[in-house]
C-alpha cells in the first residue's frame, strides 16, 4: 500500500537569529565576552562547573555555558544579541539567591555576579541517576525499574505517596500505555485482540523483545514493596540524597544551545542535521516530521500518513538515506515511511501484521545500503527485510545457521538495527548481550556476545570502515564492534546510571554518546580513552544522538523528550 501527503505546516518561531557557527576553543576564550561574571556561594566562594543559561525576551533560544576553575562564566558575544536576559542556573544543591536577569549591549561587555544559596528542595533537583545511586538495593533491582524511565522520570514516583497495595495496580496501568504517551497525553496500547500489555518491570537475559510480554504477575508486588520504600510513604525518604559532582575542566569548556519547539506536547525521539546545517526530528507521541533551521529559528512540520486510524501515533528512528531522503518507523500506526525531501511528499509500506495485531510496531529502519539490492531493514515487532520495489517483507529468522534447538536462540531479538556496506544486517540485543550479524543474502544468523555479559546493547550507527559503534545500556559502555574482524573494544563511561542509548563516532575519531538517565552528554577520545561528560542544562532523557558534519567541529545534536526542544553541545577544544 502507497500513500503520499503533501501538506506541511510552518512555524515560524519568535527567536533570534543567532550566530551558529562553531567557536574555536582558544578564540572563545580570548574574543570579547557579551556577558561574564563570577559565580559563588558563601559555602564554597568561586565555583566551578556551575551552568548558566541566558534566554532573550521573546526568544525561543536558551544559550548556556558552564563557569571554569574560577568560577568565572563567559558568554561569546556572537551568541548573545542585544537584550534583557532571563537567567538561570544548574548546580545540584544549589539555587539562585534572587532570580537573575541582565542586559546586554553591542558596546561593551555587560558584568553580573551570580550568587547561589543551598537548594530548599534538594529531591527536585535530582536527575533519574541520582535517585538510583540514593535508593538502596542491588543493582538488579534497579535495573529493573529502568522501564520507568523510559517514558517519564522517577519524580512522580518519588514525590508520592503510594503505599504497596496502592502502587500494584499503577504498575499494571503502566502496562496499557504506549511508549509515547505522557502523563498530559496518554496513549493506550491497541487491545483488539486481547492483548494491549506490555510489562513496565524490565528484565534481563531473558530474550523475547521490547513490548512483548505481558506484566510479570510475581513481580508485580516485590517491585511495589520496593517503590513504597523509596518515596514519601513514610512522610520522609529513609536514606540519604546522593548527588554527582558538578563538570570540571573539559567539561566545562562547551557552549550549549537549546531550541525551543512549538508544540509543548512534542517529544523529540531523533534530532539529524542534512547536509545543509538543517535539522530534522521525528516525535515520539504525534505523527509528524519536523525541521528546524538553527539559524533563523523557524520550524516546519510535516504530518505523516496515518496507516492505522485508532493507533497510538508518533515515530521513532529517523534515517537519512544516500540520496537525503528521510526514512521513519511509524510505531503502532505499523507502516515504514518515505518523506521525499523534494516532492515534500510521504511513502508508506504497511507491515504484514499491522493491520490484525495489537504489537505490529515498526520503530526501527535502516535504508542506507539499500541501494545494493533494494532492500530495507526494519526493526519492531519483528525485524523484517524489506523490499520496497516489490512490497514484499521478510521476517528474520534468527534460527537459521544456527544448532537446532539451541538455548541462544530464544534470547536473540533486535532493538537497534544498522547495516554494513554489503547491506548485511546488524541487530543491538538490548534484552541480552548479542550484536546479531544475518547474511543479507543466505539469512545465517551469527550472534557475537559482547565483553561485557548482560550490556544491553541498545542503539547505534556503522562508521565507513564498517564498525559499529553502539550503547551498552545496562553495561555502561560505548561499544565497538569491527564487523570485518569480528572484534570489539569497549570504552567505559564514568558516571554510573548513565545508561547511554546511542552512540556514533564522528570525523575527528570521537566517540559520543548520551545518557538517558543523568543528562549527560558523553565524548570519548577512541586513541586515549579519555571520556569529558558535557553536563545539559535541563532533564533530558536523552535518546538517539546524531553528529553534524557540516559544520567545522563536529557540533552534537539531541532531542530534549521531557522539555520539547532540540539541543546542540558544541564543545570549545
Not at 561587555?109 to 543551598?118: G, V
Request: charged share 20%; net charge neutral; proline share 6%.
Amino acid at each position: 500500500m502507497v500513500r503520499r501527503n503533501v501538506l506541511a505546516v510552518v512555524f515560524v518561531l519568535a527567536a533570534a537569529a543567532l550566530v551558529a557557527g562553531t567557536v574555536a576553543g582558544t578564540a572563545a576564550q580570548s574574543a570579547p565576552a557579551a556577558l561574564a561574571g563570577i559565580v559563588s556561594s558563601p559555602y564554597e566562594g568561586a565555583m566551578e562547573g556551575v551552568l548558566v543559561s541566558a534566554k532573550r525576551a521573546g526568544s525561543t533560544m536558551t544559550v548556556t555555558v558552564v563557569s571554569d576553575a574560577s568560577g568565572r562564566y563567559s558568554f561569546p558575544r556572537a551568541r548573545l544579541e542585544p537584550g534583557t536576559y532571563a537567567l538561570r542556573i544548574r548546580a545540584v544543591e544549589y539555587e539562585l539567591e534572587s532570580a537573575g536577569s541582565a542586559t546586554v549591549t553591542a558596546a561593551h561587555t555587560s558584568q553580573l555576579d551570580l550568587k547561589l544559596r543551598k537548594a530548599q528542595d534538594l529531591a527536585s533537583q535530582l536527575s533519574n541517576g541520582e535517585w538510583f545511586m540514593s535508593w538502596p538495593g542491588t543493582d538488579e533491582t534497579k535495573n529493573g525499574l529502568l522501564n520507568c524511565t523510559q517514558c517519564h522520570s522517577l519524580q512522580p514516583i518519588v514525590m508520592s505517596h503510594y503505599t504497596a497495595e496502592q502502587f500494584a495496580p499503577i504498575i499494571e496501568r503502566m502496562g496499557r500505555y504506549a511508549q509515547g504517551s505522557t502523563r498530559a497525553r496518554p496513549q493506550l496500547r491497541p487491545n483488539e485482540h486481547g492483548r494491549g500489555f506490555a510489562n513496565p518491570i524490565m528484565g534481563d537475559m531473558g530474550g523475547g523483545r521490547e513490548g512483548d510480554r505481558p506484566v510479570q504477575q510475581s513481580r508485580v508486588s516485590p517491585t511495589a514493596e520496593y517503590l513504597a520504600s523509596v518515596n514519601l510513604s513514610a512522610g520522609h525518604y529513609r536514606y540519604p540524597l546522593k548527588t554527582l559532582p558538578r563538570p570540571t575542566g573539559k567539561a566545562t569548556r562547551v557552549v550549549i544551545t537549546e531550541y525551543d519547539l512549538p508544540r509543548r506536547e512534542t517529544l523529540p525521539h531523533d534530532a539529524q542535521a542534512d547536509a545543509d546545517g538543517m535539522v530534522w526530528y521525528g516525535d515520539f507521541g504525534t505523527h509528524v516530521l519536523g525541521m528546524l533551521d538553527p539559524k533563523t529559528g523557524k520550524v516546519v512540520e510535516y504530518p505523516i500518513p496515518i496507516t492505522k486510524p485508532g493507533a497510538p501515533t508518533g515515530s521513532l528512528d529517523l534515517v537519512f538515506d544516500r540520496q537525503g531522503d528521510i526514512w521513519m518507523g511509524t510505531m503502532y500506526q505499523g507502516s515504514l515511511a518515505k518523506f521525499d525531501r523534494r516532492t515534500k511528499t510521504f511513502q508508506t509500506w504497511g507491515s504484514p501484521t499491522y493491520m490484525d495485531r495489537d504489537e505490529a510496531r515498526i520503530a526501527m529502519v535502516m535504508p542506507v545500503n539499500g541501494g545494493r539490492d533494494g532492500q530495507v531493514w526494519i526493526g519492531g515487532d519483528d525485524e523484517y527485510q524489506v523490499d520496497v520495489k516489490t512490497g514484499e517483507w521478510k521476517a528474520i529468522d534468527y534460527s537459521i545457521g544456527l544448532p537446532k534447538g539451541s538455548p541462544i536462540i530464544r534470547q536473540l531479538s533486535s532493538y537497534g538495527v544498522a547495516s554494513d556496506s554489503q547491506n548485511n544486517f546488524y541487530g543491538m540485543n538490548l534484552n541480552g548481550t548479542y550484536i546479531i550479524k544475518v547474511d543479507g543474502q543466505t539469512k545465517a544468523v551469527t550472534p557475537y556476545p559482547t565483553p561485557t555479559p548482560n550490556s544491553g546493547p541498545r542503539r547505534g550507527h556503522m562508521d565507513g570502515q564498517d564498525r559499529l559503534w553502539f550503547a551498552e545500556f545496562r553495561g555502561n559502555r560505548i561499544g565497538m564492534f569491527d564487523t570485518r574482524a569480528a572484534t570489539f573494544k569497549e570504552f567505559a563511561v564514568p558516571t554510573p546510571w548513565t545508561n547511554v542509548y546511542d552512540a556514533i563516532l564522528d570525523r575527528a575519531g570521537y566517540a559520543w554518546a548520551g545518557g538517558m538517565n543523568n543528562d549527560h552528554v558523553v565524548r570519548v577520545n577512541t586513541a586515549t580513552g579519555e571520556a569529558v561528560e558535557y553536563l545539559l542544562p535541563t532533564q533530558t532523557n536523552i535518546r538517539r544522538v546524531n553528529v553534524d558534519a557540516s559544520t567545522p567541529r563536529p557540533a552534537f545534536w539531541v532531542g530534549n523528550n521531557l522539555g520539547a526542544s532540540l539541543v546542540k553541545v558544541e564543545p570549545l577544544e
